[in-house]
């Protein structure tokens, strides 16, 4: 949280990854923010324009750059659904979208005639440095914007001058951009740390919901799948430009088992021998635009020519939900006479585990129309409803680990002041709150950041805006003082097993006064405070690392000024 001073935000060290200091307390020249805005805008608008990344793309054909783009984006995602002990390539997968739909912007004849190798994937030195242009630049300048990084000025190079930008200043990261870093590892994972995510993934975060092939029902859907829908919209909220590309709504009637019926109507018209060289070098199929009218009209009947609009892109369809992607180019033809003469063919592409990817990513912006909820409100149910089985499932991580562990653990009936998780050492007593929730959308700007304090000071401390009629449970810290009014000897019950009504009796062990107390609350998401009221917040990634492997590096610590 920011300074208890001077308000300021407060930054991560460089010389200890793991300490956040003030930087205005302790003497640094921090840059105002409308100085920097203005800055950057002159930089993005003048130096660096949007006519000069253009210009980088247009040395290709466009059907040869529009496909090696596809390729790409549909390899990412064959290698996910493969199970390649690798995360998804945050940056990459939504970027890829968006420049995909901005070559569909550029008037054809702008484009050359340059051909890329359409048999990797890879792309080449031209097309990575646009995409870096937006994942490594842009996106840095953006994040000093929303107050995620904080620009010192150097005192022995400052110049002050507009084309010195990107020279003239030392950037700490801010709490802000910590959140929001923290949140993304936690969501999406990352490399170095890909087999604790997995575990987490696979084991703490899972649900006794019904299996991923066997949904009937958008509810049950939104249960079984919902830690990858999770992370795709965690993805489509991580920027704006990536936004705009992934925010199509469908119309009512749409769910997400039609479109999942028209991706399959597409895979029955893919021949074995065209699958399996889809299937081994994530290749992009090519159809007559007339199949895929067959395609959609048996899945959709006569809506279907309203549907496809959202999705099927093309240069006259921008706003189209990136599935299917339709171009039209000129293909030569040799004259029965031998003389050569160029025919327009129209062909619509389908990058097929990049679209069986996004099926999950629309379904929080699915109406359903169906009796049952839209998809937004239905994960938040079910982030809701599984809260007690992940706490049941840290639960067991617990004990595994030999902690003397335990679940909703309550004081009596009427006074129950519950701790999710109870853990009992020889020197020390951890108290643990354990709040899953759905990432807020503008997790990559102060606002969103903003959003996931305000949920945590009203579920952990009742803190509550003044015009806000929502409640908070707790305060957390009043319920731990109950705990430690408690003598040795005296009873409680827990939580004996998956059933939350199978409840056990048990006994204040001794010397319960004499041992240290910790406070945790544990989460998929975490706030920009670090502690607070001496409650510390941890990604429940963090937490396992923390406990699995006595891994104290994991703890942030603010420095006093």
């Not at 019926?261 to 290749?283: P, T």
């Not at 180019?329 to 062909?347: E, I, K, M, R």
Request: hydrophobic residues 30%; proline residues 5%; contains cysteine.
């Amino acid at each position: 949280m920011p300074c208890s001073d001077c308000g300021s935000l407060l930054c991560v060290s460089k010389t200890d990854s793991k300490s956040l200091f003030c930087p205005d307390c302790n003497g640094y020249r921090v840059e105002s923010q409308p100085v920097l805005d203005a800055k950057i805008n002159w930089f993005l608008k003048d130096h660096v324009t949007p006519r000069s990344i253009n210009h980088l793309l247009t040395q290709y054909s466009k059907q040869s750059l529009t496909y090696k783009l596809l390729h790409r984006v549909n390899y990412i995602s064959n290698q996910f659904f493969s199970g390649a002990e690798t995360p998804l390539p945050l940056d990459e997968f939504g970027y890829i979208a968006y420049l995909i739909k901005r070559v569909y912007e550029i008037e054809n004849s702008e484009f050359g005639n340059e051909t890329l190798s359409q048999d990797s994937p890879d792309l080449d030195e031209t097309l990575t440095t646009v995409q870096e242009y937006y994942t490594k630049l842009v996106s840095r300048l953006e994040r000093v914007q929303n107050q995620f990084t904080v620009c010192v000025r150097d005192p022995e190079e400052f110049t002050g001058r507009m084309q010195n930008f990107l020279t003239d200043y030392d950037r700490y990261q801010s709490e802000y951009g910590l959140c929001n870093d923290r949140c993304t590892n936690s969501v999406g994972g990352i490399k170095d740390e890909y087999e604790d995510f997995s575990y987490v993934y696979d084991e703490i975060r899972q649900t006794d919901g019904v299996e991923t092939g066997t949904a009937e029902t958008p509810r049950e859907f939104a249960g079984a799948w919902y830690p990858v829908i999770q992370q795709l919209r965690f993805i489509a909220g991580s920027d704006t430009r990536i936004g705009t590309t992934y925010k199509t709504r469908f119309p009512e009637g749409v769910t997400v088992f039609d479109i999942r019926a028209f991706l399959n109507e597409l895979d029955d018209r893919i021949s074995l021998e065209h699958m399996a060289h889809v299937q081994h070098n994530s290749a992009v199929m090519p159809f007559r635009p007339e199949v895929v009218d067959e395609c959609g009209h048996e899945v959709f009947g006569a809506q279907w020519p309203e549907v496809k609009d959202y999705v099927v892109m093309s240069d006259n369809n921008l706003d189209a939900h990136p599935f299917l992607f339709e171009m039209t180019f000129d293909l030569p033809y040799q004259t029965p006479q031998g003389g050569s003469v160029t025919v327009p063919t129209t062909n619509v592409y389908y990058p097929r585990y990049y679209a069986q990817l996004l099926k999950f990513q629309v379904f929080p912006l699915l109406q359903n129309n169906t009796g049952e909820s839209n998809g937004h409100t239905l994960l938040s149910n079910v982030a809701g409803d599984n809260g007690t089985i992940r706490e049941r499932n840290l639960y067991e991580f617990l004990t595994e680990q030999d902690i003397k562990c335990y679940h909703s653990a309550e004081i009596t009936t009427k006074n129950p002041n519950e701790i999710d998780l109870l853990c009992v050492f020889e020197d020390r007593i951890l108290f643990i709150e354990v709040k899953y929730r759905f990432p807020p959308l503008q997790i990559n700007e102060a606002d969103g950041v903003a959003e996931l304090n305000q949920y945590f000071n009203r579920v952990i401390f009742n803190e509550v805006p003044p015009d806000s009629d929502r409640k908070g449970k707790g305060p957390f810290p009043e319920k731990v003082a109950s705990w430690r009014e408690l003598d040795s000897g005296d009873t409680f019950t827990s939580q004996a097993s998956r059933d939350d009504m199978n409840r056990e009796d048990q006994t204040i062990p001794d010397r319960w006064h004499d041992r240290d107390v910790d406070m945790f609350v544990v989460s998929n998401v975490v706030p920009s405070f670090i502690t607070k009221q001496d409650v510390r917040f941890l990604t429940d990634i963090e937490f396992y690392q923390y406990i699995k492997n006595d891994d104290d590096s994991v703890l942030y610590s603010v420095s006093e000024n």
